[in-house]
């Protein structure tokens, strides 16, 4: 069985509710994307039960990674992917599908894990994107797999919103989308993993490899911009300060109409 | 003419008034044709609000039917050009969305809350980080603009004065999507970090937290907790905010008696409003506060909610 997992480093220091699932090294680029970690801890465990499944993880940054593709190849990963060149930077999430679907092109693989979320909260928009790109399908929000039913054709999965939790089967390949709260983590390495020579298992792919013209990736082929932005300082702000009486009551019950909250 | 297109989530089955209100902040002034995709549910009932609703059968009303509904609008998008294309922000439309931006490679604008028209151009307002940053988006020239909305922050004003032409159109389904739903339960073990609104209760409510409950149900929101109240085995750990609890982004958070230590605060910086409810206005979380009432928490909850219900029932009397 083959997997691929897609993961993005974070910039250390974005908040998460866990601890930070990569011993973290003096890199700046140091920390794995909470999902993306529980997508690889998942990978790692159907590996720990097969030892015949390949599991790959595909990195697309401009940051410094080698110290954390190190760091994931020795806690068991069969090969990391790092994708690099300076003319993907400022590329859109449709753009980085791109390169990552042209950098799959080459390779196998019943199954792509993902991350569910971006770091912002909001809902990730390269796997569905790559899974259009592949034509294959793409399931987001996954809190629990079925690991004895897992297998290079398919798999049995939930997934939850706010309301309701839906299991599904789905055929592969797929995207699966994994939430951090399926529980999965990313294992430490042991010690005497610890300074095992893994170079040989990363792989540095580049536009020489990939081939794109200039004008398809990076800014230029971005298809909006930013105009301004507006960083929010709640410090700033001075407070409406009422009383609770019926006149305070009055005030809170129209500020929440007119957010739009009632 | 310009176009717009809007599409309802298909499990409800119905054009929400926010995305009718969406399509006409983004025609603003100049003349734009509006559509509705619906591909469950009842056209007939879009009569007057749009000037075409164009209906197309799709093989379910899941994300098993997401890749086909992409291909239908796709399709209905070469026919007409759209200029944008508006969905509700739900998982759903989430899903949907970058789907159908990288098939008909159009700009993708995720989770907006404000779109404004002007001579030369149109400009979408939206969230891009927990700390609330905002960030006004355009397309490049030419580019459409494939947007989901942030629920529930625009308000219809609008009127069912058009004329409407229905259209059918094939559709695009195949019929194995290779997804199945085997089974669908209510989520039972709700989560704060997915609240759009929390009631906070700090150690001001003390033993009386379950009496925030009813206020947050009519606020369509979940109750949480500082840790004060865990330590005392009042609340248990899974509704703790905080640095040692959850981070949390809700649309307005609610802090009840709660003083606003650091280790408290800093799994805040998502949330988008907070209206502090304490005895002391001095306490350090009213600074950060777009609000502050002054008085006991649980007595308050108890009016603002006797209000909400006032005003509800008025409604619709
Ligand atoms: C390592 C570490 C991690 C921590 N992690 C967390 C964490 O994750 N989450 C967290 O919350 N805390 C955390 N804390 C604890 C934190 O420092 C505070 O002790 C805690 O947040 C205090 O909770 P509180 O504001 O509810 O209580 P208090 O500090 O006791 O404040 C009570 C507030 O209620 C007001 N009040 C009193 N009576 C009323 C009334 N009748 N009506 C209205 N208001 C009233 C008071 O004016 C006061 O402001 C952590 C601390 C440490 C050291
Ligand atoms: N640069 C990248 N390299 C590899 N995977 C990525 C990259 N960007 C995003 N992803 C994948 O897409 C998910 C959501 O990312 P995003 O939409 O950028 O927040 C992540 O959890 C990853 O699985």
Redesign the interface.
Known sequence: MKLVCITKPVPDGV???QEPQVPIRDTPAARLHPDDASAIGFALEIKRHRPETQVDVLILTEKPATALAEDIARVGANRVILIKNTLYQGS???TE?RIIARALEARAYDCILAGSQT?????A?????L???L?I?????IRSVEEAAFSATGA?VET????????????FP?ILGLSE?SGYRLPYPRLKEQRRDVSERIVALDNRDLKFAPEEVGAAA???????????N??D?A????????M??????G??KQ???? | MRRVLVIAEQAEARVTPDLLEAARCFAGDAPCESFALVASGDAAALSGWLDTVVSVPAPGTGVEAIPALVRSVAALHREFGFACILMPGSQWGSMLAPRLAARIEAALIPEVREITRSEQSVRFLRRVSRNGDLAVIETVEGAPAVVTLQPRVFSSSGKPDRTTRFLDREGQGAGNSGIRLLRKTENTEQDIRDADVLVSAGAGVGRRIDELKPLADALGGQVSASRSLVNQGIAPRRIQVGQSGKTVAPRLYMAMGIHGASQHVAALAGAETIICVNTNAKAPLCSLADMVVVGDAVAFAQDLLRKIKEEQENATD
Do not use: K, M, W
């Open positions: 908040s998460s509710d859109d999430s449709l599908a770091v912002e909260g909001g809902a928009c390269l796997p569905p994107q899974a259009e790109l034509e399908n793409h399931l987001p929000f049995v939850e919103d706010g309301a309701f939790v839906r299991r599904y089967a789905v055929d797929a709260r971005a298809s909006s911009r930013t105009v301004t932005l507006h960083a929010a709640r410090q702000r407070p409406e300060i009422v009383d609770a009486d019926a305070g009551v009055e005030r809170v019950h500020f929440l957010r739009g909250i009632l």
